[in-house]
């Protein structure tokens, strides 16, 4: 998988041969996110993605296992752009966990929103299990978020005692949960109570 950004990109080991342009890259994945959501994931071919780049179909297939893994890997790069993760030097673990939760909430509502939920279900349809997803996109963000708790937990600005994976999942599977069912709607002031609810932030 193409390196996209410093937050981590997914295990598959780099392939042999001339190296990867960033340019290129960037065109395929730009325009494989801006197709699906476009036209939907249906439209979202390899020959669809080639035409719109102007990138051959060889090259796409060289760089990418699976049209899967591509579409994931593009959804993967608009995401680091529109939701990146925050910081150390933006607040406390608990305020950056606020801010990054109603982030989430936000482009929830949006393409993003459907993006995400189409690519999850075209996984699903695929493999049988979106741990494709999970493997390429989710782990490391979830890592890295598990990460920020457990600092907040150690530096005593997060009071809640449950282990810091359980407490990402309480609070994003919520907020997922509630999206993809239409319990209700999903606001950036909810997705803070919920982080309040869930991590009991000092003071």
Known sequence: MPK???EGAGSTPPR??????IETTNAILESAY????????????????????????????KWWPSREALLIDA??????????????????PATRA??????????????FGKVQLAVISECISKTGSAELFYARYLQFRRD??????????KDGSILA??????????????????YVFGIAPI????????????LRPKG
Not at 81 to 87: D, E, N, R, T, Y
């Open 187 to 198: 606001t950036p002031a909810y997705a803070r109570n919920l982080v309040d609810l869930v």
């Open 161 to 178: 005692e449950g282990l810091p994976q359980d407490l990402y999942d309480a609070i994003y599977g919520g907020l997922f949960y509630r």
């Open 34 to 61: 801006a197709l699906m959501a476009a036209t939907g994931l249906a439209a979202t071919t390899i020959d669809a993605v080639a035409r719109h780049s102007d990138v051959s179909k060889m090259t796409i297939y």
């Open 16 to 21: 042999r041969g001339r190296p990867r342009s």
């Open 4 to 6: 996209i950004e410093d």
């Open 98 to 111: 606020r801010r990054h939760a109603a982030a989430y909430a936000e482009a929830l509502q949006g393409e």
């Open 75 to 92: 959804f993967l790069h608009h995401a680091a752009q529109m939701l990146p993760l925050p910081p150390e030097s933006s607040g406390t």
């Open 144 to 153: 890295a978020l598990v990460g920020m708790i457990a600092a907040g937990q």
